[in-house]
C-alpha cells in the first residue's frame, strides 16, 4: 500500500513509520519540521520511504499527496494543552479544519486511521469507565479541536477513529512533555515528584503498542473499518499517586503532595480498552518496561527541551 503520513516526523510518526515499512508497505511522510528535522534520517536508506516538507494547511500540496495514498493516517496536530491553548487558530485550523477537508476529499476507497484523544471524555463518573459510547466532554482547546476532526470522519466511508490513552515511551523524536515521560525525567533529575490532584485517573500506553494498533487495523481493515476505538492498556487505569509509586521503584525519590494548586489540563476518568480488544489487539508493553527504557533514553539524551511548547 501507499501510506500517506502527515505529521510522520513526530513522536508517534517517526516510530509509526517503521512498523509499516517492515511490512514493505511505501510510506509518505509530510511534515513541516516545527520540532525536530533529524527523527527520519534513519529511514532515506530506504526506497519504500519518501518525505514531503509542508503545512497541512497548504491544501495545495496536501491534494497532491492524499490523492497518490491508499491510507490516510492523519497525525499532524498541535497536540497538547499548551501549544493549543497558546495558539488557538492555530489549533483550530490543524487539528480541525484541515481533518474536514482530508474527509470531504478523499476517495470512498480511500482509508484512514485518525487519532483522537481519550482526554475528550474529561473528567468522568466516579467508578464507570469511559467506553466508546460515553459521552465526550473535552474541556481544553487541544480536546475540543481534536474532537471535532473526530466528528468530521464520522460518517465517512472507510475509516477507523482511535481515541488514544496517554502514551509513554522513547522514540527518535522525544517528549517529555507527556506525563510518565515528564515524571521519569524530573524523578531523575530531582530526586522528587511534587503530586497536586493526585487522585485523578488516566489510561496509559505505549509508544510501541500504538504503532501496533495502527498497523493492527491496516492488517484487519475488513473487520475493523467505519468504527471508534479506545486505544490504551486497561491495566494502566491509575491516578498519578499510582503512577508516582511506580517510578519510585526504579528510581530512589521523594513523592510530595500539593494539593492546594490544580491541573489546568483537567482529566479524570477510567477507560476501557475493551472492543478494541475484542477485535484481537493485545498490548505488549508494560509500564515497568518503558519506564527502564525511558531510563535509558534520558542517559543519553540528557535534554530538557523535547516538549509540544
Known amino acids: ?137 473535552p474541556i481544553s482547546l487541544y480536546g475540543k479541536t481534536k474532537v471535532a476532526g473526530e466528528a468530521e470522519y464520522k460518517n465517512v466511508e472507510n475509516h477507523v477513529t482511535f481515541r488514544l490513552a496517554t502514551v509513554f515511551g522513547p522514540s527518535s523524536r522525544m517528549r517529555t512533555d507527556l506525563l510518565v515521560n515528564n515524571f521519569v525525567l524530573k524523578a531523575l533529575t530531582d530526586k522528587l515528584l511534587v503530586l497536586y490532584e493526585s487522585k485523578f485517573m488516566r489510561n496509559y500506553i505505549h509508544l510501541q503498542d500504538i504503532c501496533h494498533s495502527f498497523k493492527f487495523v491496516i492488517d484487519n481493515w475488513e473487520s475493523c473499518r467505519n468504527e471508534t476505538y479506545n486505544v490504551g492498556n486497561d491495566d494502566l487505569n491509575m491516578n498519578k499517586l499510582d503512577l508516582a509509586k511506580t517510578i519510585q521503584k526504579f528510581i530512589p525519590l521523594e513523592i510530595m503532595h500539593a494539593e492546594f494548586t490544580e491541573d489546568l489540563d483537567k482529566r479524570n476518568y477510567i477507560v476501557s480498552s475493551e472492543k478494541f480488544y475484542n477485535k484481537g489487539f493485545e498490548c505488549k508493553y508494560d509500564l515497568g518496561t518503558g519506564i527502564q527504557q525511558l531510563i535509558k533514553a534520558y542517559n543519553i539524551i540528557e535534554s530538557p527541551w523535547y516538549a509540544n511548547y
Not at 492555530?90 to 470531504?104: D, L, M, P, S, Y
Open 1 to 137: 500500500m501507499k501510506i500517506l503520513i502527515t505529521g510522520g516526523a513526530g513522536y508517534i510518526g517517526s516510530e509509526l513509520v517503521q512498523h509499516f515499512l517492515n511490512d514493505n508497505h511505501h510510506v509518505t511522510v509530510y511534515d513541516r519540521l516545527m520540532y525536530d528535522a533529524t527523527s527520519l534520517l534513519r529511514y532515506t536508506i530506504n526506497s519504500n520511504f519518501s518525505f514531503i516538507k509542508g503545512d497541512v494547511r497548504d491544501i495545495n500540496l496536501l491534494k497532491k499527496e492524499v490523492a497518490k495514498a491508499d491510507a490516510i493516517i492523519p497525525l499532524a496536530a498541535l497536540v497538547g494543552f499548551p501549544v493549543c491553548r497558546d495558539n488557538p487558530v492555530e489549533a483550530e485550523e490543524v487539528n480541525h479544519k484541515v481533518n474536514r477537508w482530508i474527509a470531504k476529499n478523499k476517495s470512498r476507497d480511500q482509508l484512514v486511521v485518525y487519532p483522537c484523544t481519550n482526554s475528550g471524555y474529561g473528567v468522568g463518573e466516579e467508578g464507570q469507565h469511559c467506553t466508546e459510547e460515553s459521552p465526550l466532554n
